[in-house]
């Protein structure tokens, strides 16, 4: 599966920002669970929500619930991020990611996710 982020920029904080992740390849089933990473500069990679492409269950780390969402649209391939209310804190670089072989106690590893895409820069100001 090749994974394709785009919808990066910058924005002032309150604003709102939608990314996106167009997956390519092979079909995607309910073996496969979707989302979103980001890194900061000096910080290590933080699990931002994940969906599971089959079903639309949705996860998320309880320091994020509420101003981000996951969703998915399994005719475009595509999942979303929308994240509302930014902060300055959230600036990073934004990856998408997947994996067919999930521990779902694991969901927050970066390694526990086994394709990438190239990561979008999302900057908010004050």
């Known amino acids: 599966v090749q994974l ?3 919808g990066g920029g910058l ?3 309150g604003d709102s920002l939608r990314l996106s992740c167009a997956a390519s ?5 309910g073996d496969d669970v979707m989302g979103w990473f980001r890194q900061a500069p000096g910080l290590e990679r933080e699990f931002v929500a994940g969906v599971r492409w089959i079903g639309g269950r949705t996860y998320y780390p309880d320091s994020l619930k509420g101003r981000f969402t996951i969703s998915r649209d399994i005719g ?3 999942v ?5 209310s930014l902060k300055p804190e959230d600036t990073a670089v934004y990856y998408c990611a997947g994996t067919s072989r999930i521990i779902y106690s694991n969901l927050g590893i970066p390694s526990s ?3 990438w895409g ?4 999302v900057t908010v100001s004050s």
């Open 113 to 115: 996710w086994h394709y």
């Open 118 to 121: 190239q990561g979008t820069l």
């Open 11 to 13: 924005v002032q904080a």
């Open 4 to 6: 394709q982020a785009s």
């Open 80 to 84: 979303y991020l929308q994240m509302n």
């Open 76 to 78: 475009k391939r595509t």
């Open 25 to 29: 390849g092979r079909t995607l089933s």
